[in-house]
C-alpha cells in the first residue's frame, strides 16, 4: 500500500520535493514495517527463518546487491527511486541482515574495526534520526552559495560530506547518551523482558554478503557527493 501511495503521489505531482515525497510517514510505512516483521519472525520463528535462509543462501547475496545498487546510481528525485527505489531498499537491506543474523562461524573477538562498527551499531537510530535534518542544512547551505555563484571544488564536496557525517555522529552520540540510554534503562527496570534467548543454529552465508556491504559503503560517498555537487548548482530537492 505505501508502494501505491507513492505512485499515486508521483502522479499528482511529478516534482520532486523531501516535504511530499520522502517525510511523511504513510509514504515509508512499508520499510518501517519491514524491519519490525522481521525483528518478529528472528525472535519467534527463528527455525523457519533458518531453514529458509539456508533454502535460498546462494541467491541472497546477489538479490539483495541488485536491489541496492540502484540508489547509487539513480538520483533521490528520480520517479523510480522515490518509488519503486524506496521498496528495493528495504528488501535489499532485509535480505543483507538475514545474512549477518545467520551465519555460519561462531563470532571471533572483536578487533579495533569491530568495536567501532560496534559502537556505530548503537548510535545507528539516533543516527537516522539526525541525518536528514543535517544533511538538509547542508543542501540549503549549498543552495545559497551557487545563488551567488559560488561553485565548489571536488574538495571542498568531499569535505561537505565528511562534515556532514561528523556533525550527525556527534549529534547521535549526544542524544543516545542524554536520552535514549537513560530510557533504555528506565524499560528494562519496569518492563524486564520475559523472553528467553535461545540459541538457534547457523548456516552457511554467501560470500557476496560481506561484497555488497564493501560496494555500498565504497560507492556511498561518491554517490552522496554527486548529490552535494548537484544541489551545489542549484538543484535543492527540500525546497522544491
Known sequence: MALVARIVTWRHDPHFTYAA???PTHLRLDSLLAGVLLSYYHAFHGPE???FVNRFQGWLAPVSLAAIMPTL???????FMYTLGYSLLWWGFALLLLMVLYPIRAPKPPNA???TLAALGRVSYAFYLWHMPVLA???H?????ASYGIQPSVGTIFATS???FLVTLLMALATTWAVEAPFLRLRDRWLPSRAAAEPLPRCDPPAGALGSLIVFSTFGPFRASYSLGRLAGGVSPSTG
Open 162 to 164: 565528511g562534515l556532514a
Open 49 to 51: 527463518v533458518l531453514a
Open 21 to 23: 515525497n520522502l517525510y
Open 113 to 115: 574495526v569491530g568495536r
Open 141 to 145: 547551505m549549498s543552495a545559497a552559495a
Open 137 to 139: 542544512v547542508a543542501d
Open 73 to 79: 546510481f539513480i538520483d533521490q528525485d528520480e520517479p
